[in-house]
């Protein structure tokens, strides 16, 4: 009998059978490789060219399973895929008691889709796992700040002034007393569907223990609901921008995209082009490239 491939063949295989522009990659000129390349590839997972060849070749084994979920995003895997891939890195695959920070490759071509829109995928527990170049040019890169920190609810609940978040810059919710019930209430639902979560475990006790206002809404059982609102974000570099914030939510795993948009034809939307424009900007504590697991892939 044939052996199976293992994982660093099997990673190959994978990455072979996408084009760059099913990534959003431009497909240029002279392309030799049957699909990605393996720069691509560590670009859209947020790790080191080196560390995709050490995988390949099989001199690196066991990926941590942040690392292998970022791989089983940018290779676009189904949810059967992913399984896979995890045990094959001798890993147990996310159970559905468990939340998952995985993005089928449905909801990938929906959020590639959305034009200039600033759009971000969360997990159930406001986790976030995706973003675009829009999102990092209005709000500032969140692969800047450490993985904990990049979560909405820590945002919204902060803990002993905790550092740098999801935003590089002050952004205000014009709504903040409904859009902190519904964080809470989308915690409360997320513990019945994924009861044996320990990030989401951990989340909510350092919420309740630190932040008075959490504490108080989750001793209430706030059960509402909320998808959608208006911020005011404060630019750097193009000013004051007055952004609609709208809420999707996807199937079993509850993931969550939030997009911001302007009103056509406004100063507002002027303004997000401009910022797109400029750029993303990365503070100078960036992190570095190996740590950045959830960097997302440009769309």
């Not at 990455?15 to 670009?43: I, Q, W, Y």
Request: aromatic fraction near 4%.
């Amino acid at each position: 009998m044939t052996q199976a491939p293992g994982l660093g063949a099997t990673i190959r295989a994978w990455r072979d059978r996408l084009s760059p522009a099913s990534t959003g990659l431009p497909a240029g000129h002279g392309r030799r490789a049957a699909g990605l390349r393996r720069e691509e590839l560590a670009e859209l997972a947020g790790v080191s060219v080196d560390y995709v060849v050490r995988l390949e070749q099989g001199r690196a084994t066991t990926p941590s399973a942040q690392v292998t979920s970022a791989l089983a995003r940018a290779l676009q895997l189904t949810s059967a895929e992913r399984d896979h891939l995890f045990r094959l890195a001798n890993l147990a695959a996310p159970t559905n008691e468990t939340i998952s920070d995985h993005i089928p490759p449905g909801v990938q071509r929906v959020v590639g889709r959305l034009g200039d829109a600033a759009v971000a995928v969360f997990a159930a527990d406001w986790q976030a796992i995706w973003w675009n170049h829009s999102w990092a040019a209005l709000l500032g890169d969140p692969s800047a700040s450490p993985p904990v920190r990049r979560n909405f609810a820590r945002d919204t609940f902060p803990v002993n002034s905790d550092g740098p978040g999801m935003s590089r810059w002050p952004v205000i919710s014009l709504d903040a007393e409904a859009t902190s019930a519904a964080v809470v209430s989308d915690l409360r639902r997320a513990t019945g569907r994924f009861p044996r979560d320990r990030r989401l475990a951990k989340l909510i006790r350092d919420l309740a223990e630190g932040n008075e206002q959490f504490a108080d809404l989750w001793a209430a059982a706030t059960v509402t609901a909320h998808r959608e609102d208006c911020k005011i974000v404060e630019h750097p570099a193009v000013g004051t921008v007055r952004v609609d914030c709208d809420v999707l939510t996807d199937g079993d795993a509850e993931l969550k995209i939030v997009i911001l948009t302007a009103a056509p034809g406004t100063d507002d939307e002027t303004k997000i082009r401009l910022a797109r424009v400029a750029g993303v900007r990365h503070p100078a504590e960036s992190a570095d490239l190996d740590d950045r697991t959830h960097q997302p892939g440009r769309r």
